[in-house]
């Protein structure tokens, strides 16, 4: 089983729609959950960190937590084509400070 | 966040040579690590660089291979010895602040091609 787990892409969402990402992890220790957003040829940036269960918003990203399914989750709200990007979940290991990335969902928006 | 700067951006390069890249950012941190990203793959962290001693490696790296310094809180480089086509990667360096504060911050990447 792989330490993080996204859904597999590629997502295509209209513009204006939401974009839903999902993300499982296999350490039930784990405390701090990352959203990255990766453009072509860039480097990864970081949009959204996560530390309890619930619900995180940040303008139009909402980022969900539950730990008990370690199961987290990114909302894109009113998508917009420069939303267009490889979103990276990322979960820091439990017996370390290290994280762990999942292989990222590809997201198309359609103007 | 940190200022991140990496040298070279990108390179082309002979099999069987070395290439050392340096990370520099802009304040101290305590944390620094390399990551690689393989064409149309996720990140695979490579080692975390210590100031003042050897890198600890992730499994599947070594030390012969890809050899790390960090001579103080600011810089680090990484070296990728030997180089066949099998190297041809993004390598990347993230700084965090200190073990505390996990979040981290990538640099903008060095783009490999080994002929």
């Known amino acids: 089983q792989k330490e993080v787990e996204q859904n597999s892409g590629p997502l295509s969402v209209p513009e204006g729609a939401i974009a839903s990402l999902n993300c499982t992890y296999s350490?039930?220790?784990?405390?701090?959950f990352f959203w990255y957003r990766q453009y072509s040829g860039k480097s990864p940036e970081l949009i959204m960190s996560?530390?309890?269960?619930g619900d995180k918003e940040d303008g139009r990203f909402t980022a969900q937590l539950n730990k008990a399914s370690q199961y987290v989750s990114l909302l894109i709200r009113d998508s917009q084509p420069s939303d267009s990007a490889t979103y990276l979940c990322a979960v820091r290991r439990s017996n370390d400070y290290k994280l762990s990335f999942g292989a990222g969902t590809t997201v198309t928006v359609r103007a | 966040s940190a200022v991140i700067s990496q040298k070279p951006s990108r390179d082309i390069c002979q099999r069987g040579t070395s290439l050392t890249i340096q990370c520099q950012v802009d304040?101290?941190?305590?944390?620094m690590f390399w990551y690689r990203q393989q064409p149309g793959q996720s990140l695979t962290l490579i080692a975390t660089a210590n100031q003042g001693s050897e890198a600890t490696y992730e499994s599947g790296f070594v030390i012969d291979k890809f050899p790390i310094s960090r001579p103080n809180l600011t810089f680090s480089t990484l070296t990728v010895s030997n180089m066949s086509p099998e190297d041809s990667s993004i390598y990347l360096c993230?700084?965090?602040?200190?073990?505390?504060?996990?979040?981290?911050?990538f640099g903008p990447g060095t783009r490999l091609t080994v002929l």
């Open positions: 350490d039930r220790g784990s405390q701090s």
């Open positions: 996560i530390y309890s269960n």
């Open positions: 993230s700084v965090a602040a200190d073990t505390s504060t996990d979040t981290q911050y």
């Open positions: 304040s101290q941190v305590t944390m």
